[in-house]
């Protein structure tokens, strides 16, 4: 019998990289254009990838009892699953793409070494699948964790922007040392365009989140997809079709397992009859690498069995009980009665129940946001809270005519607001420590807060005040006077404060319109019907 | 020519000038113009003109840096900016006049992207032909000022290096120095924590205004902004002036500013000290002013 590979499936496999490459750069590229564009309004739906991941309709839709119009196109994904089966995870997602690329280094300096035969259960990332949409019953929305896009883009947008950032700055620096001046220049011109946020607090954490799942690959190929990712998962339990099917010709098939070894997802494409649809990710690999051009996909219309992933009644019941025993754990926070002063939220973000239920943790906003201000959380949100989104206003303040993070969010907990909406929205409100403020404290002149202070009239207003020095005189100066109806908590004061450790003046979210009971000031009577959450 | 006789000739020439009477020379031309009109590209170029003309300041083969305010995320019609129109017509007189190279630039105080778009500057200066550029932290340098405050601070080296600088502020009332008009808009050009220099305004602008000395200043009060400063907010804060005020002596100019706003110069004291630094004069009665409309 004559010896030869499948040129087709050879070709099949060179044009699934393609399309891997294409839509890693395609995410890429909308993650670069997530930021200011040079015009009010964002033209390009930065955020399109997240719309068409399944498992954030499903987490989102059960969490917030609502369903986010643009999700919907979700269902095609779905759709196209079911007839095909996980091609998305093969073909697609970026994420997917990242693992790939890792196990195929990783094979290639033989860090990875995959046996003949696998009986690693593929369990698990139902199992978490399970428990994110059991705590979704529960509204405690988890999905944002080990969600690829989500994952993906909160690393990007947290640890490998600034890296990004560092990158053009140092290669910029190095430049000028050289006495290439134009390069330098390009350098920074460039940094400045693109607008990289450069400081992230947990940026170390994200990061090494990111580099484990990364390193995991070193243990078995696409770790993460094969036990990880809830989606994946997802697509799995709604591939039931599976129209091309595989088929090995017991005639060519030599027994060399060289197509068990190197599937990317453990989907058993040997022996014959063993075939996991549902891990399948129709890389092409097992038809492409196959010596004797034994394995193909043909096309066949009958209903596909899962099988091989031990799902039994059991094991789902008890998962699903684990994941709603553990779901209450996260509510129990004090931040359920009192508001964190220092959990400043984005304009436009729902009330914190609401927002919790819908945020994604992605990191849209943190990247978009022109200043730097938006941080992903640690503590500061509770439990439910972590990695979500934060307002940071000693690292970057709220630009008082932008409103570009209300215009990214993929699930809508972040209200799409026009500029005049957004200069109305109070996230917080400023308040002048008079034990360090210049003039109270040192009697020395100081206005800066005052002075950047972008309400008109200014919410931050001056007052003469007299300090005694210890000399017996009496300095009088103008000293900062918040009038808490018309401050916004922007934070810019904060920002700009000459107290550089701990500002003479500082935000805290008291006064936010999104809550109802996070109030100082009752307005008047004639006011209190247009209080908006 | 021989090398002798254009020697002769210079010292016979020079002499001429020096003991000649009046009527031979030139009579004086303004220190100070002041244009009103309806076009701040227009009143800009007939500032500039009545000065005697760009050539006057820029010579073939010059790198030119204009330093506008830039300072704040805010359309032109908040007049916390300046005039985009003004700044483009002076890269265009500064290319007219042979220069070799103009950069528009300033160390915003809000996000540089966002002020650089929203100001309308570069789209309007880029058009005109400028390179308009971001102020690299890279290019900061300590250097010694040597002013009576500001011993040392952070200077964006783009300044030091420029052969011209033209300084182009935009006349604002401010809390503390009452207004900002071309002293203070040194604070676009340094880095540091600028927001020091607020517990002596008044001493560092002077300092700067000695270290920074510019070819011209022209200060854009097309639109000024009359309250809420230095940012304003609404249209309601700002007024329209419709005037430019050109010249070579920053004090002048900035004290002419003052009468904007209803200041007599003798009541701000930065310009009383910049005056006894020897920057320049604003006692205006002593300053020769010319007034056009176009």
Known sequence: MKRERSKKYFWL????????????????????????????????????????????LAATAIASRTIYAALLLSLITLAATLLLGRFVCGWLCPLGAVHQFFSFIFKRSRLLRP?????????????????????????????????????????????????????????????????????????SQAAGNLAFNGLFQNALLI??????????????????CRYLCPAGALLGLFSRFNLFKLKIDPDRCINCHLCSIHCQTNAR???????????????????????????????????????????????????????????PIFKISPLRRRSNPGLIRPPGALAEPEFLNRCLKCGECTKVC?????????????????????????????????????????????????????????????????????????????????EHCPVSPKAIQLIKVDTLTPDGVVATNLAPFVNVDTCIGCGICENKCVVMDLPAIRVSSIGEHRSSHNRLVLPAAEDQNQLKP | ME????????????????????????????????????????????????????????????????KPNIGWDRTPEMAACTNPDVVAAL????????????????????????????????????????????????????????????????????????????????????????????????LGAIGGNRNQLHQKIDQAVVDLGAFFKPTLTVLDAYRILVRNGPQGGRVSDTRLQKTVVAGMDPVAVDAYGATFFELKPQELPFLKLAQSRGLGKFELEKVRIEKRAV
């Open chain 1, 207 to 224: 990061g090494a989140l990111f580099l484990l799942a990364i390193l995991l690959n070193v243990r078995k190929e696409r770790f993460w």
């Open chain 2, 3 to 66: 090398r002798r006789d254009f020697l002769k000739n210079l010292i016979v020439g020079g002499l001429a000038l020096k003991f000649s009477t009046p009527v031979f020379s030139q009579p004086a031309g303004p220190e100070l113009t002041v244009v009103e009109g309806e076009s701040p590209e227009a009143i800009t170029r007939e500032a500039v003109k009545a000065l005697g003309g760009m050539s006057r300041f820029i010579s073939r083969g010059d790198k030119v840096l204009i």
């Open chain 1, 370 to 450: 022109p200043t730097n201000a938006l941080h992903p959380a640690l503590a500061e949100a509770g439990p439910e809270g972590v990695w979500t989104p934060v307002l940071v206003p000693r690292i970057g303040y709220c630009e008082y005519y932008c409103s570009l993070c209300t215009q990214v969010c993929p699930t809508g907990a972040i209200r799409e607001l026009t500029i005049e909406e957004k200069v109305t929205v109070k996230i917080g409100t400023a308040w002048v420590d008079k034990t360090r403020c210049l003039p109270y404290a040192l009697g020395k002149p100081c206005i800066v807060c005052e």
């Open chain 1, 13 to 56: 496999q060179r044009l699934r990289i393609l399309t891997q490459v294409i839509f890693f750069l395609l995410f890429f590229l909308l993650f670069l254009q997530t930021h200011y564009p040079g015009e009010d309004y964002l033209k390009v739906t930065v955020e399109r990838f997240f719309h068409f991941d399944p498992l954030l």
């Open chain 1, 269 to 327: 494409p040997y022996p014959a009859g063993e075939w996991r649809s549902s891990e399948c990710v129709y890389c092409e690999t097992c038809a492409a690498i196959c010596p004797t051009a034994a394995i193909s996909f043909p096309l066949r219309w009958q209903p596909e069995k899962m099988r091989g992933v031990d799902l039994d009644r059991r094991r789902v019941l008890l998962t699903s009980l684990t994941g709603l025993v553990l779901a």
């Open chain 2, 91 to 186: 890269v265009a007189m500064s290319l007219e006049s042979g220069a070799k190279e103009v950069v528009v630039m300033d160390h915003t105080i809000n996000q540089p992207k966002r002020c650089y778009a929203r100001s309308g500057i570069q789209e309007a200066a880029r058009a005109a032909g400028a390179r308009v550029l971001f102020t690299d932290e890279q290019r900061l340098k300590k250097m010694a000022l040597k002013g009576e405050w500001l011993k040392e601070w952070e200077v964006f080296q783009d300044f030091v290096e420029a052969d011209k600088i033209i300084n182009v502020p935009i006349a604002k009332v401010h809390s503390l120095s009452r207004v900002t008009l071309g002293l203070k808009n040194w």
């Open chain 1, 115 to 187: 046996g003949k035969e696998d009986r690693a259960s593929l369990a698990p990332k139902y199992l978490i699948l399970l428990v994110v949409l059991a705590a979704a019953l529960l509204s405690v929305n988890l999905v944002g964790y080990l969600d690829p896009l989500s994952f993906l883009y909160r690393s990007f947008a947290v640890f490998i922007s600034p890296l990004l950032n560092l990158g053009l700055v140092q290669s910029g620096n190095l430049a000028y040392a050289l006495g290439l001046k134009s390069l330098g220049q390009a350098a």
